[in-house]
């Protein structure tokens, strides 16, 4: 059973920056389309970036020029690098298989846009 962990969320402000990392344990992950949903209480589960095995990225167009996706296979790690910051992104951040969330969800970590 695939692991996640995910850390680096942190408070703020807003056009500010934070780096999102995703640990994942397993024999699989390279084998996955992974992603970064984010969850505000009250909304729906939202899909904001995701990165195919072989590197290839979408983005949710609210998060567009502002995001950017990573990995690295060989360290079972997926990062989501956040700049421009807005209080609309305050949301707890997870990673999973993509577009379909496959694994256990992970704890997620809170990012908090405020000034």
């Known amino acids: 059973q695939v692991q996640l962990v995910e850390s680096g969320g942190g408070l703020v402000q807003p056009g500010g920056s934070l780096r999102l990392s995703c640990a994942a344990s397993?024999?699989?992950?390279?084998?996955?389309?992974m992603g970064w949903y984010r969850q505000t209480p009250g909304k729906q589960r939202e899909l904001v970036a995701r990165i195919t095995s072989t590197g290839s990225t979408n983005y949710a167009i609210s998060v567009k020029d502002r995001f950017t996706i990573s990995r690295d296979n060989a360290k079972n790690t997926v990062w989501l690098q956040m700049n421009s910051l807005k209080p609309e992104d305050t949301a707890v951040y997870c990673c999973?298989?993509?577009?379909?969330?496959?694994?256990?969800w992970g704890q997620g970590t809170q990012v908090t846009v405020s000034s």
């Open positions: 397993g024999s699989i992950f390279s084998g996955y389309t």
């Open positions: 999973n298989t993509a577009p379909g969330a496959l694994l256990p």
